[in-house]
Each structure stands twice: as C-alpha cells, then as structure tokens.
C-alpha cells in the first residue's frame, strides 16, 4: 500500500511535507514545555473566545473567507474545468433564473456533453443543492461567492457540532483546525464541484444527536435534524443514507438508555414532529423536482442520464453493462475509459479488490489526514474504550464499507464524515493530551506538535500558490483537472464577449477524444447567450444548426491543438 501511495499519488515535493513533520514531532516529545509560555497565552485566549459563542461561531465562519480572499492576488477566483463543474454551473445558472429545469433545445445533439441532460429537459444530471449553493452566489454576483459561503457555513456547522460532544475549547481548536486544513486550502473552496454542502448536513445531523437527549431546545434541533437530513438527500444520497443509517445502528454505542421506555422517548424526539414535516417537504420536492426534469415522480436525472450514455456499473461487485453507442465521439470515449476504469477496480479478484482499496484509502488519506492527522486518527483504535472514540471510528468504518463499495471515488465522496472525522482526532487528542513518560509531558509535547504544525502548513500552501495557484495538490485531486486548458477556455470566452455581435463557437476535437478540459459546455437559455459552444461532430451536417443561428459570428475552434486554434476559417 505504501508503494501504491508513493508512486501514483504523492510527489517528493509532497513527501516532504511528512518529513518535517516527524521533525516536529520528534523535537516536540523530546522538549515539550519548548515556548510553554506563549503556547499557554494562546490557548487561554482560545479558550475565552470559545466560551462566547457568537464571537467564537462568528470568528470560525469567517477564519477560511478571509485567507482565501486575502489569497486572491496569489490564486484568483477558479476557472471550472472538470465536467462535474460546468454541471453544477448549469444548474446554478437556471435556479438563478427561476426555473427547475430548461426545456429541450432543437438542436440538442451538438451541445450533448458529460453530465448533463438534453432529454427529457436540458439540465444538469445532479442533485440540486450544490446547484443551488453556486445560484445564491450567482445572484450575489458570481457562483464562487456561493462557495465561499458554503465553505464558511461548513466550518460554523462543525464547530457547532463539536461543541455537542466535547468542551468550547476543544470544539473550537477542532473547527480552526477544519478551516485550516480544507476550509481555505482545499478544492472545495478552489472549484465549484463540491464538498462543503454535504459536509454541512453531516455535521448538523451528529450535532443535533446528543443535543436531543436535554431538556431544553429539543424543537430547534430536531429541526436542525432535519434540515441536515435534507442537505444530505439533496447533494450526496447515497453516501448521506449511508451516513444516516450508520448513525441509527451505533446510537447504542453512545447512548446509554437503562429501559425500553427510556428509548422510546429519544426515539420520539429523533422522530419528532418537526423532523417528520421536514422530511415530508423535502420528499415532496425531491418528487417534483424529479417530474420537472424527468416527467416521472420516481426516476432522478441521474438515471436517466446513465441510461443514456453510462457503460459501467456504479458498484463492484456489478454485472458488466450493455456498450453503448454515440454519434459523439467524445462523449463515446469518455465512457469508454469509464468502463476501463470499472474493469480494473471490479470484485473479480483480490488483486483488483486490493487495488481499489488502496486507492480508495489513499484518496482518503491525502485529503483529510496526510501528514499531521494520519498518527492521531491511527492510534484512535488505541482508546476504543471511549465511548465517543468508539462511536465516530464504527460510523467511519460502516461509511468508509460504503465508499469502497462504490467504483468511482474522490474525497468529497466523503465529505459527510467531515465533522466524524475530526471528531475522533480532537477526541483523541483530548486523551492524548494527559499522557506523561517518567514524568515528561509527552502528550502535550504531541497535541502541541499537531496543532503547530497544522499552521505552520497554511505557510507552505501559500508558498505553493505563489509559485503555482493552479497546481493539482492546491487545487484538486490529482489527475482529474485540466487547468491548462481551462485557462485556455476561459480566455477565449471572454475574447469573444468583449468582441460586439453574438458568436457561435463550432468545437472540433481532432484527436476524436475529449481532454482533460471540455469546452462544450453551455448557459441555461443557449438561444441568448453571448457565445455559444457547439460540438463539429464527424458525419453530421453542420447546416441546420448554422441556419438555427444564422445571426451569429461563427467560430471554428481547433481544440486538439496546444495552444487551441480559433479561427473564422473552417479547418481543413
């Protein structure tokens, strides 16, 4: 595993990161009351702020908005280049417009692309929260400002769901320490594809949970129950069911109810009044929201996109799929290496089993431990006498089941386990923290080291955005962004809106398979976009789509060239 982990996923650069971190640690266990007077000041400061709620939820909300702002002369405001983005763009910008969904257009086939539905509404495959994340943002005067402000809302989330389940103070070193390591740093506030959503229902769900066992505030927080259930439904399904049922099945870990009758009363505040209205709503608009784009009450967008164009199962263990056939080349290829992908991570043998595990806990692993977490989340098995330790390691062990199960995965995949997760590294540490070896304070020396060397990280991600704001381990998970040709997009789009007139951009890939970076990607009402793009698909006729907008300059654009060619001449 440690080979795989070497050689496909981290580059020496980011090994090093790991080593000056042993330094740390080494150098913080041998002398650990090292600047114990400053380290004291700080986290008395801490601690008062953590006892004032607002200033402390106030200050955690606004901790990752304002480094990343501050980092904007560094990285500006990302460029979407992955095909999940432009989907999630689409749906934002026809939420921004009032409607559900778009109608089909005429000329469908040439703006067919990944992710998206031209049948039997043209809109995005998605569920529709991080759409509507990025639409608030678009009202407000970019999509980006909806991330950032989910960013921010995750962090609060966190830090309120932590307070549920340990001291102010703790809670409030593990919110900073969220900010810190995803909030400000991470693709989910670096593009537009998502995270923080997700991350928000987790937290609220395992905030509320221990809050509905006292007396008082049982109404508001059944009704954060709820609202986390449907941020849930609504971004992750799958692994937000996955999540909820995890929750359910270990409460008796946690909760410890002396008589039948003592469970029924917190099973009636969990299925409270306001937790059934909630879910009732968000059922009826999940329904209706799915007979707007697909006519049917039951069938979700994301099916009958599968339908359309998927070759590959979603699950290991899965029967291969009927190979389906395109007049877009693109779109073929695409799923083609979708089903190599599929064939190589299967359940056909151990040696495929072993190496999507691997890969899934790698992807894992780098996101949300590597390199200061990886040790406190290791050494949780260590203290699974603890009840709360206990708990969070099953539901993440259940979820993680989940993950593996799935054939395709990316750390926000996991972003609902978000606030698990660090619940079981600052619970540890809390243990930690009060170990002593002959009388050395080495569990201080080790809380301390984590925590330092957790800022001492924002100084090298700086560092690496200053060097290059586009590079994949800043930006997004290794492999899957084309930030050069992104780049190259984003410049032509905006060349073409500064020129008078509308354009109409005729795409054609002559390699016949698409890049990293897809460039057919579209506006909600296409007929009154500035610029539309088009795909040039071999053997189709270009006529009737040139005679549709025949009141445009049109563009002919050479996308399998570096640097891309644009042209008003038809390439040869």
Known sequence: MLSRLLHSRLTLAELVPAFVFILFLIAALKFPRVWDSSFCAIERLASRVALHR???????ALLPLIIRICLLPLVPVPVPGVHDEFSYLLAADTFAKGRL???????????????????????????????????????????????????????????WMLRGWVPASWAFLGAILVALRIGAFSYWINSYWGGAVPAVGGALVMGALPRLRRPCGRVRNAIWLGLGVTLLANSRPLEGALFCASAAILLPVIVHCKTSSEWLKFARRIVSLPVVVISVIAVLFMGYYNA????NFMLLPYTVNDRAYSAAPHFIWQKSLPIKHSSNPQIEGLYSLERQYWSQNRLDSLRHFRGHLELVLVKFGY?????????PFAISIFYLQDAKIRFFLLQFLLCFLGMVAVVWSQPHYAAPLTASVFMVIIQVLRRVRRCQYRGVPIGLGFSRAIVGFSVAMTVLYVAE????????????????????GNRYREGLLRQLQSLPGNHLVLVRYLNGNTPSGEWVYNRADIDNAKVVWARDIPGVDLKPLLNYFRDRHVWFLEAGTSPPKLSQDPPM
Not at 54 to 60: H, M, R
Request: include cysteine.
């Open 54 to 60: 607002t200033a402390s939820l106030l200050s955690i």
């Open 101 to 159: 969904t778009n109608p089909p257009h005429p000329m469908g086939i040439f703006f067919e692309t990944i992710h998206v539905n031209q049948l039997p509404t043209y809109m995005s495959k998605y569920p529709p929260a991080q759409g509507a994340v990025l639409a608030i943002g678009q009202v407000l005067g970019h999509p980006w400002i909806g991330v950032l402000l989910s960013v921010s809302a995750m962090c609060a989330a966190i830090f």
């Open 292 to 295: 707007r784009l697909t006519g």
């Open 367 to 375: 996101f949300f431990l590597w390199p200061q977490f990886v040790l």
């Open 465 to 484: 955005a200053a060097t290059n704001p586009y590079r994949a381990s800043f930006v997004a998970p290794a492999g899957v962004w084309g930030a050069e």
